[in-house]
Antibody, heavy 118, light 108 residues
Framework: QVHLVQSGAEVRKPGASVKASCKTS????????VHWVRQAPGGGLEWIGV????????RYAQKFQGRVTVTMDTSTATVYMQLNNLRFEDTAVYFC???????????WGQGTLVTVSS | SYVLTQPPSVSVAPGQTARISCGGD??????VHWYQQKSGQAPVLVVH???DRPSGIPERFSGSNSRNTATLTITRVEAGDEADYYC???????????FGGGTKLTVL
């Protein structure tokens, strides 16, 4: 059974960085892309970026280019998302998600709440 | 960049049919996926590749896609279907995943 388990809630000050983790299990890690999506309070879903665990190819939304880095550790089947230079508007729940056999996001983590507060 | 447009809200009485649209330039040429998100929960994929249902999703959920509009149809709507619904595509030109703004389905 496929599982994506994310790290716990974080609180950061403006200008700081945060690194969230997404530990996967129940499937061949290198076979499926893993994405990061966020949702601000009361807002919609916003795509952040993706990593191909087979080779490490990454692609980021233009809005986050230069501020976000998605990495992976194949030994633990874990994907990470680091967001730098945090702003108040980065307060959101951050989800990791694995694709299915196409480009749909079939499996989701439980979400990591990141709060940016002074 | 590619934009998906959804109505902010749709209301329907129990037992009736709800239709949620997702507009995009020549969206009929893309594969459209739909997600249901209930309050405080992670999204759930309910339709992928325009009209396919993942295992465990009721047949009441269906999708279509043509020209500039994709549609999620929910027949025999139940109170438990009340949620936010999002459409999503992969834009091959930018290699970006794009979400619509979401539609809040209210069951009257």
């Amino acid at each position: 059974q496929v599982h994506l388990v994310q790290s716990g809630a974080e609180v950061r000050k403006p200008g700081a960085s945060v690194k969230a983790s997404c530990k996967t299990s129940g499937y061949s890690f290198t076979r499926y892309y893993v994405h990061w999506v966020r949702q601000a309070p009361g807002g919609g879903l916003e795509w952040i970026g993706v990593i191909n665990p087979s080779g490490g190819y990454t692609r980021y939304a233009q809005k986050f280019q230069g501020r976000v880095t998605v990495t992976m550790d194949t030994s633990t089947a874990t994907v990470y998302m680091q967001l730098n230079n945090l702003r108040f508007e980065d307060t959101a729940v951050y989800f990791c998600s694995r694709v299915g056999e196409d480009t749909a996001l079939e499996y989701w983590g439980q979400g990591t709440l990141v709060t940016v507060s002074s | 960049s590619y934009v998906l447009t959804q109505p902010p809200s749709v209301s329907v009485a129990p037992g009736q049919t709800a239709r949620i649209s997702c507009g995009g330039d020549n969206i009929g040429d893309k594969s459209v996926h739909w997600y249901q998100q209930k309050s405080g929960q992670a999204p759930v994929l309910v339709v992928h590749d325009d009209s396919d249902r993942p295992s465990g999703i009721p047949e009441r959920f269906s999708g279509s896609n043509s020209r500039n509009t994709a549609t999620l149809t929910i027949t025999r709507v139940e109170a438990g279907d009340e949620a936010d619904y999002y459409c999503q595509v992969w834009d091959n030109n930018s290699d970006h995943w794009i979400f619509g703004g979401g539609t809040k389905l209210t069951v009257l």
